[in-house]
């Protein structure tokens, strides 16, 4: 998910296969979670009524009705094709569906397809085939948007009789997963490519919108069947629809309640939207801008929005004294381009950058972000019934002496965290029991370094120098990950330094073992 910080990733509970790999790295920022045995609530929050709204105008086909679904592997598209052919001989149709899922297990695209026909046709003439042929979709189901306006996907709908209704949520790629510089496609662009093969084109954000109105993703896909049902591009009548998540019997009312949302989404759009607003967040401890350090800054536009954000955090990390130096960075930045014209790309990119190298992960932070009581009231919602947390660490100082795998702390190490997060007034001082680690040194000198660069940078600028100066302090942006993983992207971010023209001989990577 895409962060004030940075995209980071989220696990998504409703799809998460439960083999806990995500456990077996350094990543300090997963946390277990205990249900009991029996008496767990299965969902989140009591499920909503919607609105009533009144049936739409019947379906116009003649004999043959053709549905396409468009999603990725895992998150139920072959169960919606066939809940809608169960419904659809409930009706009394005759039902020809294929799925096509390749070696698609999970998150890879997948199709499906669904020809309705009458009796009468069906008795007429032969048996039509099952795979629905380009340019003779009657209605579009993309639940992937990125799947769906693939060229070898986009093609099934027409402008002139395609009733397409399109989930805008965004399910990252592995190309995105393993690699963050890739970003997802413009969502403008995939909606263009699919609006030009469709008479009506019904956007809904089905992940959020589900999240919102049940607690989980579960029931967003039929959120989209009912949209589709409302827009006139299902011809099979709602009673049957229901009648066949009933038979189904996975989260019937869940699903039942999401069908109903989802016709709301088309006839009554303002009241859609109102119970499908985000809900307020708890406010994290780092959030509060510290107003008083920018008494006297000249600060404006985007760069005083990142650098108010991530002044706020850097209170939080270590206090108004590290805030200010890093306030007085960024405003001497901005002082440099206000110098050049209007131009704002430089002192953002210190903003952000500067940030990045000075708020490292080290056991304090780790420790202050992990006891934070609006990180632990979100833990506890994401859970129905949520009981005992065991935060999964893997601390330095143990895989320095051999331990290969992460270990729990359960809730008795809450107050041990707390009392190691108060103790950050010891980071980077001679008695800072972490700071002698290799990791902890280099993030050091990655700020001194980068401080140095960056006041250079600023005596220098210029509309030659301009673009170049942007591009090195952006550069920050590339060292991510904990431990064995910042230490190759260090690496990256060093060679990139290197070949825009820095020089980081000052900068030196430990490759001897740490001992205890």
Not at 429 to 453: C, I, M, N, S, W
Not at 490 to 505: I, K
Request: hydrophobic share 40%.
């Amino acid at each position: 998910v895409d962060t004030e910080f940075g995209r980071k990733t989220k696990i998504d509970q409703t799809s998460c296969n439960t083999d806990y790999s995500c456990l077996e790295g350094d990543c300090p920022s997963f946390v277990t979670v205990e249900l009991p045995e029996e008496g767990a609530p299965k969902t989140l929050r009591e499920i909503p009524v919607p609105p009533e709204v009144g049936d739409p105008d019947p379906a116009v086909w003649t004999g043959t009705h053709n549905l396409f679904m468009a999603g990725v592997g895992g998150t139920g598209i072959v169960t919606v094709n066939q809940v809608l052919g169960m419904a659809a001989l409930r009706a009394g149709l005759h039902v020809e569906g294929l799925d096509q899922t390749g070696l698609s297990q999970k998150a890879g695209p997948v199709t499906s397809h669904l020809r309705l026909s009458d009796q009468k046709t069906r008795s007429g003439s032969s048996a039509p085939s099952n795979r629905i042929s380009p340019a003779t979709a009657d209605c579009v189901l993309a639940f992937d948007l990125l799947t769906a306006a693939d060229a070898k996907y986009a093609g099934f709908g027409s402008s002139d009789r395609t009733i397409t209704v399109a989930s805008t949520s965004q399910t990252p790629t592995g190309d995105m997963v393993y690699d963050p510089a890739v970003r997802y496609p413009d969502e403008d662009k995939l909606l263009e490519r699919l609006d030009v093969s469709a008479r009506e084109l019904t956007a809904i954000d089905g992940l959020a919108a589900a999240t919102a109105l049940f607690g989980s993703t579960a029931a967003a896909n039929f959120l989209l069947v009912g949209a589709a049902y409302q827009a006139g591009g299902l011809p099979v009548p709602a009673r049957f629809i229901e009648e066949a998540l009933e038979i189904n019997g996975v989260a019937v009312e869940s699903n039942k309640a999401a069908f109903h949302w989802g016709r709301v989404a088309v006839a009554d759009r303002a009241a859609f939207l109102a119970a499908t607003s985000s809900a307020a967040v708890p406010q994290r401890s780092d959030t509060v801008v510290p107003a008083h350090l920018f008494t006297g800054s000249t600060l404006g536009g985007a760069t005083l929005e990142l650098a108010e954000r991530r002044a706020a955090n850097l209170v939080a990390f270590q206090g108004d004294r590290v805030a200010a130096r890093y306030i007085a960075l960024v405003q001497q930045a901005w002082d440099a381009e206000r110098e050049l014209g209007g131009r704002t790309e430089f002192s953002e990119a210190v903003a952000a950058g500067l940030h990045k190298l000075t708020a490292y992960k080290d056991e304090y932070e780790v420790a202050r972000m992990l006891t934070d009581q609006a990180f632990l009231d979100a833990a506890a919602g994401e859970v129905p019934g949520a009981g005992k947390l065991t935060y999964k660490l893997h601390p330095p100082v143990l895989k320095a002496m051999g331990r290969k795998s992460k270990i729990g702390f359960g809730p008795r190490s809450h107050v041990a965290l707390k009392t190691l997060a108060k103790a950050k007034f010891l980071r980077g001082t001679a008695f800072d029991p972490f700071g002698y680690a290799k990791v902890r040194r280099l993030e050091r000198q990655l700020l001194a370094h980068y401080e140095t660069t960056v006041a250079g940078l600023i005596a220098d600028l210029s509309a030659d120098t301009y673009d170049t100066a942007t591009l090195i302090a952006a550069t920050p942006d590339l060292v991510r990950g904990y431990e064995d993983v910042k230490l190759r992207n260090v690496t990256v971010y060093l060679q990139r330094l290197a070949e825009l023209g820095v020089d980081t001989s000052t900068i030196t990577i430990a490759t001897t073992p740490e001992r205890s």
